[in-house]
């Protein structure tokens, strides 16, 4: 049906698009947790809340479908990857936990829900840092022998795996706040058009540093984009991110609330691809590419038969809940 060599790249693809549907989906829900506690008057945090409510487990579909299709797809991938960063995603799979808890009991327990309040926020924080330390030491590399993980159980938490992680919380926020500006109606929705501004700027400065950081510590980044025709052909990635930034501000100024939002996204995306770029072919960078992390062509093509069945599936559930509660949420209404 596929050739043994085409199989890793159509799984690769499938799971950078579940990496990428996740992070944009779930990252602006994660978002709203993040601003939450700088809303203190409960009319605004339950508006908030519900502007969420309805979108927030499905949007987690896509991590799951991408953490499976990695163990699948490439176990020798999986197989190293996973226990040179157990804790940070052993502490973001008990965040979202908390964080999902949060969303049933804090209408449950009202009036007393403080502390189902500070699980939807601090979990929101934790599960956004955590995903921002496991980007940062997947680029920053694993110590790999006999192709095995041979590092150390901290050997993630580095000063790039750090900014990683601070980088995702603010861009986060900003996923966040022009959710809610598009969203919401009322103060909450003035207050996110106003602090969507230094949120841009804050994650342009962390893309730029990250840019900058990559190719100055990694010669294979280097090479790829600044060798030649890659320097013309990838030019296009950088001046469409500031493109889109400024698009952000552009929407932000003259009140169009759909463009911040989608403008927010779209740098996303093009920092996804950036990565993307800068790693591919490797699954373990520097250590394992696709081809060598493959498992046998007989198991990708029973599992991909099974995954492109559903993908339709999940596609049209998502549309349709995404559809039924369009429409800003006011003080008062919601999904529960």
């Keep these: 049906m596929f ?3 085409v199989l890793p790249v159509i799984w690769a693809g499938l799971i950078a698009v579940s990496v990428a549907l996740y992070v944009v989906l779930d990252g602006f829900d994660l978002g709203v947790g993040l601003l939450f506690p700088f809303r203190p008057e409960e009319r605004d945090r339950d508006v908030m809340m519900n502007s969420v409510a309805p979108f927030w487990d499905g949007n987690e579909t ?15 991938a999986y197989a190293i990857i996973m226990p040179a960063l157990y804790a940070p995603v052993i502490l973001m799979l008990l965040a979202l936990i908390f964080r999902g808890v949060a969303f049933e009991f804090r209408w449950v327990a009202k009036p007393d829900h403080g502390l189902w309040d500070v699980a939807f926020a601090g979990g929101s924080f934790l599960a956004a840092f955590s995903q921002g330390l496991v980007l940062g030491g997947v680029i920053d590399g694993v110590t790999v022998a006999d192709g095995r993980f041979a590092g150390g159980p901290l050997d993630f938490l580095t000063p790039f795996a750090v900014l990683c992680g601070c980088g995702l919380v603010v861009g986060y926020a900003l996923l966040g706040a022009t959710w809610l500006h598009m969203r919401v109606a009322g103060e909450v929705e003035h207050w996110a058009r106003a602090i969507a501004r230094p949120l841009l700027f804050a994650l342009v400065a962390f893309i730029l540093a990250v840019s900058v950081w990559t190719p100055l510590a990694y ?8 060798s030649w025709p890659n320097l013309a052909l990838l030019a296009p990635v950088p001046i469409l ?3 889109l930034a400024v698009a952000v501000l552009v929407g932000l100024d003259r009140g169009r609330p759909a463009l911040p939002f989608l403008g927010s996204v779209g740098l996303f995306l093009l920092a996804f691809a950036g990565l993307a770029i800068s790693e591919f072919p490797y699954v373990v960078p520097g250590a394992l590419t696709i081809w060598q992390a493959s498992a046998a062509p007989e198991s990708q093509t029973f599992l991909l038969v099974g995954v492109l069945a559903l993908l339709p599936l999940v596609l049209a559930y998502t ?4 559809w039924t509660f369009r429409g800003r949420v006011r003080p008062g209404e919601g999904y529960h």
Excluded: C, K, Q, S
């Excluded at 010669?219 to 600044?226: C, K």
């Design 241 to 243: 991110t500031a493109a």
């Design 219 to 226: 010669d294979r980044i280097a090479e790829r984009w600044f």
């Design 3 to 5: 050739e043994p060599d």
């Design 62 to 76: 896509w991590l799951i479908l991408g953490g499976g299709a990695l163990w699948i797809a490439f176990p020798a």
């Design 319 to 322: 549309a349709f809940v995404y």
